[in-house]
């Protein structure tokens, strides 16, 4: 029997999320050949001796310099030619973050990092615009099981803030007073006797997440009908 080589390798689908309205992906433009110059997912070779987490995070640290506080497993990704180089399979990984508070620091085998609107993405080498489409499923569907917002919003913040941020995700308009009734029926929020004036109109009621029940509804789940 003939025996066959299989590499492995981790990708990372970074989200950046920018109030009020701007979902953004970190792509690197990549410094080597395959796609030499071509935009691609943050990724590379798992090393023998670490486990795919540490990988994952390593390459995203060597060719971005950021550190993702949350990424989760997405899928993996075994297509016999899915790169020219040999057989590798990836693991994708995904996450959420705010793109404000990181410095991006592009080294290794990538010539530059840059974030992208999520509308707006350059052709993609390999099967990571595949990838991408996959980790935008997932996360659309995670915010209607588990609640999302605590690290992509200030800590205090207006209901119109987490509106915008739960449409944005999802790429569409949400039922607003629905979306109200719901959040507020979960006890997730604490109201503060504190207003905001961002504009015409009233003050806003300033909100922010109650974190023991934030973390508990992470851990056993909720349902939203978004």
Do not use: C
């Not at 974030?115 to 997932?138: C, G, M, V, Y």
């Not at 959040?183 to 997730?188: D, E, H, I, M, T």
């Amino acid at each position: 029997m003939q025996q066959s080589n299989i590499f492995l390798t981790v990708d990372a689908v970074v989200f950046g999320y920018e109030p009020p309205s701007n979902l953004s992906l970190l792509l690197i433009k990549r410094a080597v050949n395959p796609f030499k110059d071509s935009w691609a997912l943050p990724g590379g070779f798992v090393k023998e001796n670490e486990s795919l987490e540490q990988a994952v995070e390593r390459e995203l640290k060597e060719e971005t310099g950021i550190a993702v506080d949350y990424l989760e497993q997405l899928y993996s990704f075994g297509n016999p030619k899915r790169d020219p180089r040999a057989r590798i399979v990836s693991i994708s990984y995904f996450g959420l973050t705010k793109p404000d508070a990181l410095q991006l620091n592009a080294t290794t085998d990538a010539l530059e990092a840059k974030w992208f609107n999520i509308e707006q993405l350059p052709s993609l080498a390999f099967d990571h615009e595949t990838i991408i489409h996959k980790a935008i499923d997932r996360l659309r569907a995670k915010i209607t099981y588990e609640p999302i917002g605590f690290e992509l919003l200030n800590e205090k913040f207006s209901f119109s803030e987490l509106e915008n941020l739960y449409s944005t995700l999802l790429g569409r308009p949400i039922d607003r007073r629905n979306f109200r009734k719901k959040v507020l029926s979960f006890g997730l929020l604490e109201q503060l006797g504190e207003q905001r004036k961002d504009g015409p109109g009233r003050p806003a009621t300033l909100f922010r997440f109650d974190v023991s029940k934030y973390r508990s509804y992470q851990e056993k789940g909720l349902f939203f009908e978004l």
